[in-house]
């Protein structure tokens, strides 16, 4: 897994910079399987400092995109809190990656018992094609 860290109008100091990664490799736990598959995983990540047009408070901006094989995942986030918006991206992306992982089971699953059905002779429809 590879992670690019950035910061725009914001000095990364070392303890961002192991927030952010302790929080990058919760993700890792769920894009392991990519990676045993022989996939690669691209991480970026981006936090930053809005510009000075807010009255009197801070808003920070935290950014991630996730490049898999063909897939990406992306969340965004703005708080006045920069440790809130990285949470907020973090739990955006693991619901998100989740919710994909969840669909390819269920589409898997589906095939296979229209497979199943077709075999003993209870349906006719050709899961391949979706006709009758």
């Known amino acids: 897994m590879r992670i690019n860290l950035q910061g725009k109008n914001i000095e990364l100091t070392e303890p961002i910079k192991d927030y952010v990664l302790k929080r990058v490799t919760n993700l890792e ?3 392991s399987g990519i990676e045993k598959g022989g996939g690669e ?12 047009h807010h009255k009197g408070t801070s808003i920070f901006n935290a950014y991630c995109l996730i490049n898999t094989n063909g897939e990406e995942f992306y969340s965004s986030a703005d708080e006045e809190d920069l440790y809130t918006a990285i949470d ?12 994909n992982k969840d669909r390819k ?23 391949f094609t979706s006709k009758y």
């Open 29 to 31: 736990k769920l894009l």
């Open 41 to 52: 995983v691209a991480v970026t990540f981006e936090v930053g400092k809005s510009t000075k």
């Open 88 to 99: 907020i991206v973090k739990e955006n992306l693991f619901r998100e990656i989740n919710k």
């Open 105 to 127: 089971k269920t589409l898997f699953k589906r095939g296979a018992m229209s497979v199943k059905k077709m075999l003993k002779g209870l349906s006719k429809r050709n899961p």
